[in-house]
């Protein structure tokens, strides 16, 4: 029960007391003075001075008792109106709405709050009954709620709901006993509906009288709450809903996830079987080391190159299939020359000399690959043992080295006219000058100055043919090769030297523009010179086709490339070659020529290949053709 409904029972226990008492007291000194007056049974004319005295001053005391009583009812009077004001300015003041009905329901009494709430003045509310105020629809709920009261005199609780809509009378729509909701229509709302609380004590009056007392609170606010609450609440259990039917689906894709996790687990356990299988079986040894250069891992082959076990290898240093050469190089700094070399020459094949256990070295292939696991960074090696490829190779060169000395002797053979014509030539020059010294000296007065310089010019003849023969014997002879630093302009002149006497009889123009100041190459002069000679010599023969009065040139060219190679052209404006022709020109045994073997074009990119160059040529009919190749500059090449 609320703090106001036990102020207005306790004001109304506290007047019917006082009203008790007067009744009382009022009652009592009447009573007494009857029994007195009967008491005495005397006629006061009878009675004597004395007894008058005594009746008298008895009268007094009566009267002074009585006026003292009489101020006491008069402080009790005043504190009951003070506590009447005070009780009507806290029944009417109070923000709660009071009610106060009878057993039939009527309204006796009503605060200012209840007529706010219900709309109505007092004048409107008090005598008639509540029950007027509640919709038809609703009058057994009320009747069973107020019955309630009377039945059990206990404390009832009410919700009521008052709602504005235009209407002269307010009805209070009951939903039910103890806690139920109503619905009041009020006009002095505008159209707004609001919620109150009531609650009401049933006990009985001064007179003996049942009666209801109902205090009303404006809920509005409580229950707006709770039904935001219950809005949100309902919110919440969708979203729950909804989150729980998302995680639920979340769970099934997990568990889906979980099986293809499963599935991609067993095929990749299958798939590295099977790699680990493929990596056992390759003839090529796999190696894997990490920055330090200490060996992760090696696979079956590598014990088959370098003989040792896997067992011995993993943890170990990498210095352990390095040469001793290497090993001492890199004694101090192998990190930094792994971070070097290995970044240097990833996805590159490169030759790589390792060595055995048993101490022998063995010529490799190797290739690079980098990767990272957990961001540290490994490199793997494979390693091809390419010893059998090796020895082939030198059988190929020294296969190469007959041909090519084949070649240069066919050659000689063909340039032996021109040769000897220009062996000749110093030959001739010899017995002219001996002659003419032989008569400067049967003279009488022979000139000594004039005799030493014909001796000067007979040495120098001389001198001129022995080196010609030996640029012959050397060219036919040779076969080793011999790689030594050379300037490629002076090779060129050497090789021309060789056939110089084939263009002056065939009317060919010959032209050098020649770059000078050029790096040198680090080659075999004379498988260079060959080249050269085999590249002039097919220009040669083209030109020799050309007709007797067409201006026939050759032009040897030099330049240094973008890439630091020297590039070396032989260009020709002869017929040039067609195009079937071209398919099939740097074939072996294939020529153009009707007595020609078809070798010199093979070998000469033999050659050049073996000193890391490419040769190519362009062509186009009727314009010329021109060859050229390239040689490394400034550096050993890996033939060597």
């Keep these: 029960m609320s703090k106001q409904t036990t102020d207005i029972r306790d004001i109304e226990m506290l007047r019917n007391k006082v009203e008790t008492l007067l009744t009382k007291h009022g009652n009592d000194i009447r009573k007494k003075a009857t029994k007195m007056l009967n008491r005495s049974g005397t006629d006061i004319s009878r009675l004597s001075s004395e007894d008058i005295q005594k009746l008298l001053f008895e009268f007094q005391c009566y009267q002074i ?3 003292l009583q009489n101020e006491q009812l008069n402080r009790t009077h005043q504190e009951l109106i003070a506590s009447r004001d005070e009780y009507e300015q806290l029944y009417n003041l109070s923000p709660a709405g009071y009610l106060t009905l009878n057993k039939e329901g009527l309204i006796q009494k009503v605060n200012v709050a209840a007529t706010h709430l219900l709309g109505n003045s007092k004048k409107n509310l008090i005598g008639k009954k509540l029950g007027e105020f509640i919709l038809p629809l609703d009058q057994d709920n009320y009747n069973f709620f107020i019955k309630g009261f009377l039945t059990t005199q206990t404390d009832q609780t009410l919700i009521l709901k008052l709602n504005s809509i235009n209407n002269t009378s307010p009805h209070l729509n009951c939903q039910g006993f103890g806690l139920c909701s109503c619905s009041l229509q009020n006009c002095n709302h505008n159209n707004t509906s609001i919620y109150v609380e009531c609650r009401g004590i049933a006990n009985y009056n001064n007179k003996n009288e049942l009666q209801i007392c109902l205090t009303i609170n404006d809920i509005t606010e409580r229950k707006q709450a709770q039904e935001t609450i219950l809005c ?10 909804k989150q729980t039917s998302e995680l639920i689906e979340s769970n099934l894709n997990l568990k889906k996830k979980i099986e293809e996790l499963k599935y991609s687990k067993h095929q990749l356990r299958e798939r590295e079987a099977k790699l680990n299988s493929i990596f056992n079986a390759s003839i090529e040894g796999i190696i894997t080391i990490n920055t330090s250069g200490n060996i992760v891992s090696v696979n079956a082959a590598v014990e088959t190159i370098f003989g ?12 352990k299939l390095m040469p001793l050469s290497l090993r001492n190089k890199t004694q101090h700094n192998l990190k930094d020359y792994l971070q070097a070399y290995m970044l240097k020459n990833i996805g590159l094949i490169k030759e790589f ?17 980098e990767f990272s696991i957990d961001k540290t960074n490994y490199f793997t090696g494979i390693v091809r043992d390419v010893s059998l490829r090796k020895h082939r190779e030198q059988q190929d060169k020294e296969h190469l080295d007959e041909l090519a000395h084949v070649t240069r002797l066919g050659l000689m053979g063909e340039m032996a006219s021109g040769i000897a014509h220009e062996v000749n030539q110093p030959l001739t020059s010899i017995a002219n000058y001996t002659q003419a010294c032989l008569n400067f000296i049967r003279s009488e007065n022979p000139d000594l100055e004039q005799i030493s310089e014909i001796l000067l010019k007979t040495h120098q003849q001389a001198l001129r043919a022995g080196q010609i023969i ?3 014997r050397d060219f036919v002879k040779s076969k080793k090769i011999h790689r030594t630093t050379a300037n490629i302009n002076t090779l060129i002149h050497n090789a021309i030297s060789l056939c110089i006497a084939e263009f002056k009889p065939n009317n060919i123009k010959l032209k050098f523009e020649l770059t000078k100041n050029l790096p040198t190459v680090y080659v075999d002069n004379i498988q260079i010179e060959q080249v050269i000679i085999n590249l002039v010599k097919n220009s040669i023969d083209a030109l020799k086709t050309l007709p007797q009065q067409t201006q026939r040139q050759l032009a040897i060219q030099t330049n240094l490339i973008n890439n630091n190679d020297i590039e070396i052209r032989v260009k020709d404006n002869g017929p040039g070659i067609d195009e079937a022709q071209q398919q099939k020109i740097l074939t072996p045994f294939y020529t153009t020529k009707s007595d ?3 070798m010199g074009l093979s070998i000469s990119r033999s050659l ?14 009727e314009k010329g053709t021109t060859f050229y190749f390239t040689l490394p500059a400034g550096r050993k090449s890996n033939g060597s």
């Design 232 to 241: 949100l609440n309902e919110k919440l259990e969708e979203k729950i809903l």
């Design 470 to 472: 030996h640029r012959m």
């Design 596 to 598: 020609g073997m078809g």
């Design 308 to 319: 040792y076990t896997q067992e011995e290898l993993i943890g170990c240093s990498i210095k």
């Design 353 to 369: 000399e390792g060595m055995r256990k048993d101490g022998s070295s063995v010529p490799l292939d190797l290739s690079i690959a």
């Design 608 to 621: 050049v290949e073996t000193h890391d160059g490419v040769l190519h040529f362009n062509s186009k009919a």
């Design 65 to 67: 008792e009585l006026e």
